[in-house]
């Protein structure tokens, strides 16, 4: 099992002057790979796990009425998949498209 890092405290860095978007920027890959290389039971393991530890949302298919897919939202990053490893994916892969386009 692999343990998140806690959320860090963006009032006091701006206090600190301490460039915000770049702490988030990190933050997110630090999420990223804490759950970029494992299996599919895992990785659901540890996506519910950030989401309730840093506050994002999971949207899980109903078989009645809804999303057809999984929508993830954590640290401002958004995607969907058919599992919820899926849409972990797709969210790891987003990640490192926007951290590649801020370089």
């Known amino acids: 099992m692999?343990?998140?890092t806690p959320t860090p405290n963006y009032p006091?860095?701006?206090q600190l002057g301490i460039d915000i978007a770049a702490m988030i920027q990190h933050f997110q890959c630090c999420v990223a790979e804490s759950i970029d290389n494992l299996d599919g039971c895992?990785?659901?393991?540890?996506i519910?796990?950030?989401v309730v530890t840093h506050g994002g949302t999971l949207i899980e298919p109903t078989s009645q009425w809804g999303p057809l897919e999984v929508q993830l939202s954590l640290i401002g990053v958004s995607a969907s998949g058919a599992t919820i490893a899926e849409?972990?994916?797709?969210?790891?892969?987003?990640?490192?498209r926007m951290t590649t386009a801020a370089a």
């Open 2 to 4: 692999i343990g998140l």
């Open 12 to 14: 006091l860095a701006a």
């Open 42 to 46: 895992d990785a659901e393991t540890e």
């Open 48 to 50: 519910r796990k950030a």
């Open 87 to 96: 849409a972990g994916r797709q969210w790891v892969k987003a990640v490192s």
